[in-house]
């Protein structure tokens, strides 16, 4: 195996090793906080997404991983959803799992999508953003615009797909 293959495997594996960790997060998180829902799938999903754009706020599904509703909810109609949508509390997880982040959070670096920071800007305070340290089980239920405030820095970048 040549450096440069050796080096493209290792980033491949970083990769999804990252993918699985992130995923691990917000199933670990999601089992530790018993109100949430795991973001719908399928219809339930186009539903919720269809019953918030009728609303005026058109999102993607990427934009949340979790959801809190009121008990009366049903993602199977239409109706039911937008009833309760004032009430209904979309949760980004970011996952942590590196030793220098602090209890509350300081050292944890991740990155915001455009998505996300569109869904908090047409959700306001019901799109809400966990931070989850993993090695310590700590939680922070903030938001967007909290995290940006509180940010020591950013970079912002460009991605895309050729």
């Known amino acids: 195996m040549t450096p440069l ?23 670990d998180l999601r089992l530790l906080q018993a109100d949430w829902t795991e973001r719908p799938r399928g219809a339930r999903c186009r539903t919720l997404l269809s019953v918030l754009a009728a609303a005026g706020k058109p999102i993607r599904a990427s934009a949340f991983d979790a959801l809190i509703l009121p008990p009366a909810v049903d993602l199977d109609d239409a109706a039911s959803i937008a009833a309760h949508l004032d009430d209904i509390v979309f949760i980004e997880i970011k996952t942590a799992n590196q030793a220098r982040v602090k209890s509350d959070f300081e050292g944890f670096f991740f990155a915001l999508t455009e998505n996300e920071i569109t869904a908090s800007n047409l959700l306001g305070s019901q799109h809400r953003v966990a931070l989850f340290n993993k090695m310590t089980g700590d939680i922070l239920l903030t938001s967007v615009p909290d995290i940006v405030a509180r940010a020591k820095s950013s970079t912002w970048q460009l991605s895309v797909q050729l």
């Open 5 to 27: 293959e050796l080096v493209t495997a290792r980033k491949a594996h970083l990769d999804r090793l990252a993918n699985q960790r992130g995923a691990e997060g917000e199933r």
